[in-house]
């Protein structure tokens, strides 16, 4: 095996993407078998009962909210501070009359005196409208990307190669947010459009380099070529992936519990939007580019030659 030929030994890179996708899809598919919500939807998605609280002492904190609704078993609802004003508010499933006065007594009790503001229900029926916007609007991208990476590159393989790589990602999310029942709420949709853009970001960096060094016009073997420029690119995609990284960890790990399932949305969105340009992108584009020379079409390289 020789060291460092990552397009020779691309067969391992596709072995690891399925070892990363398979838990998470097989949790999709038990979650679709029993019945059970293939995600962790929260309130946003569900519908729930948004309740706004000012107190009359403004340095409450949300930690403290937090565990006065704990032996309510609300202790994951989304709390959240507003820093100006700095009133609360709170979002939990739905609560019915007499559930939402149990709470709010709770709360008075153990953290103080507050004035109600408004309390506000949404119905699934909004929620679903939500989840059906994300879907479409995660779609539509997809199908841009397809055209804007054609036209750049002149070459549909580019944007196919580059939008498998990104399907990669979107489901490897999708998984471990399933795996690990993470809450799914507004900011899931934020998570996805940061795995879209960072994902298609970083394979265009890879393709831009094998495209440069393409029209140098050599007459080194496409797949040489691919490993090579993969390679120029490697140390840049590890830079920005590790200080992105570190930067999302610091959310992740003192931005607080509301925070934390968008930080960890996130940071599974970095990590496997650095490797899927590298992991997947460039090996599939060549593939696609033996199997089209196979059967009479145009090579992106007039060389001849393979390192498989």
């Known amino acids: 095996m020789k060291a460092w030929d990552l397009i020779g030994n691309r067969r391992w890179l596709y072995l690891a993407s399925l070892a990363l996708l398979l838990p998470g899809v097989i949790s999709l598919a038990l979650n679709i078998a029993s019945g059970r919500p293939i995600l962790n939807w929260g309130v946003d998605f569900t519908g729930g009962t948004l309740l706004n609280l000012r107190f009359d002492d403004r340095a409450v904190t949300t930690g403290r909210v ?14 959240q501070k507003t820093p100006d ?16 006065q149990r709470i709010l007594d709770t709360i008075r009790a153990s953290v ?41 590159f002149k070459s549909i393989r580019f944007a196919i190669a580059g939008d498998i790589a ?22 899931f949709v934020a998570v996805l459009l940061t795995v879209v853009g960072y994902s298609i970001n970083d394979t265009i960096v890879v393709f831009d380099r094998i ?4 029209n140098q016009r050599t007459r080194e073997a496409f797949p040489s070529l691919v490993n090579r420029s993969m390679l120029e690119a490697l140390v840049r995609s590890i830079n920005t992936g590790v200080t992105t990284a570190l930067a999302i960890g610091a959310v992740y790990f003192f931005g607080g ?7 960890f949305g996130l940071l599974i969105a970095v990590l496997t939007g650095g490797y899927s340009s590298i ?3 460039g090996p599939l584009l ?21 390192t498989t």
């Not at 032996?71 to 989304?78: M, R």
């Not at 103080?112 to 539509?140: C, M, T």
């Not at 519990?257 to 930080?263: S, V």
């Not at 060549?286 to 393979?306: E, H, K, P, T």
């Open 112 to 152: 103080g005196n507050f004035n109600v503001l408004s309390v506000d229900d949404v119905g699934p029926k909004i929620g679903g409208e939500l989840r059906n916007v994300a879907i479409i609007g995660v779609l539509a991208g997809l199908l841009l990307q397809i055209i804007y990476v054609s036209i750049r």
């Open 286 to 306: 060549v593939d696609m580019n033996r199997w089209a020379a196979a059967r009479g079409g145009s090579s992106l390289s007039g060389a001849r030659g393979s």
């Open 211 to 214: 495209r440069e060094n393409l």
């Open 85 to 100: 004003t700095g009133d609360i508010s709170i979002r939990t499933p739905h609560l019915d009359g007499p559930e939402r």
């Open 279 to 281: 992991g997947v992108a």
């Open 166 to 187: 990104l399907l990669h990602d979107l489901l490897l999310v999708f998984g471990i947010f399933s795996l690990t029942r993470a809450t799914v709420d507004s900011s």
């Open 66 to 79: 937090r565990e006065a609704l704990r032996p309510s078993g609300q202790q994951d609802a989304i709390i």
């Open 257 to 263: 519990p509301t925070l934390r399932d968008f930080a």
